[in-house]
């Protein structure tokens, strides 16, 4: 059966690169971000451990940011709260809830490119380890990806292709393997030539995801990576 995860309601989606089947979770009610289990389990009963070590989990996760109020006094304004998730190769697990719940913000923790001035408390673990966020940066565009919701995520100053080699030279692949990743995607070489704010929502995101891919990464974290494409590639 579907597998719940303990957390806030969010709508991301994490998949493990190796086969596996979709979870089909129904969202909750609540529009807070809130603890909800979601699948057929009862709601807010704790999900076992996995009997293998995760490639990543999280447990307890709390991301605030602190503000000022009056004068000097200061109050930590917290948008993710008690998150715990696990996932396992070959698996795909989704997390749904109402725009600004904090799934975002979740992906973000987790790459550890969480803005300057978050406050981080709860332990993020990669395959059996925890990790800093520090060390979880480092992790990042290789062993896992992140799929953003912006578009703006392409550098508006560089072609489709410039980028694709780049991305590319990154990981240690062949400038041409991004080239060759980009048009795998289904795009025309024409496509290459040009600048983000040449490209169309659907096209942008192809982009998006050849250069996220082009690594082979064990893991993706996809935030919303669906709009302007069809049913089909989605």
């Known amino acids: 059966p579907p597998r719940p995860t303990n957390g806030p309601t969010m ?6 690169t190796t ?17 909800t289990a979601i699948g057929e389990r009862a709601p807010g ?17 709390r991301v605030a940011f602190r503000r000022y109020q009056r004068g000097l006094r200061q109050a930590d304004l917290t948008v993710v709260d008690g998150m715990s998730l696990h996932v396992s190769r070959g698996e795909v697990v989704a997390l749904v809830g109402a725009s600004g719940a904090g799934k975002s ?8 490119f969480l803005p300057t001035g978050a406050i981080e408390e709860g332990t993020v673990a990669w395959q059996g380890r925890a ?22 995520a392409l550098d508006p100053t560089a072609t489709v292709r410039s980028q694709a080699r780049r991305a590319a030279r990154l990981v240690g692949r062949p400038a041409r393997d991004g080239m060759a990743a980009v048009l795998a995607t289904g795009l025309h070489a024409d496509v290459l ?5 040449q490209l169309s929502g ?12 082009i690594g082979e990464p064990d893991l993706v974290i996809a935030d919303e990576p669906t709009p302007g494409l069809g049913r089909r590639e989605a």
């Open 11 to 16: 709508t991301s989606t994490m998949t493990s």
């Open 19 to 35: 086969s596996g089947t979709p979870t089909t979770p129904t969202a909750p009610s609540s529009t807070a971000a809130t603890a």
């Open 45 to 61: 009963q704790r999900v076992n451990p996995p009997t293998a070590t995760p490639l990543l989990q999280v447990q307890d996760l």
């Open 105 to 112: 913000l979740l992906a973000y923790s987790v790459l550890g």
């Open 131 to 152: 990790l800093g966020p520090g060390e979880r940066a480092r992790l990042a565009g290789r062993n896992l990806v992140l799929l953003p919701q912006v578009l703006s």
């Open 193 to 197: 030539r040009l600048y983000p704010h």
């Open 202 to 213: 659907g096209m942008a995101r192809r982009v998006l995801r050849a250069i996220a891919l």
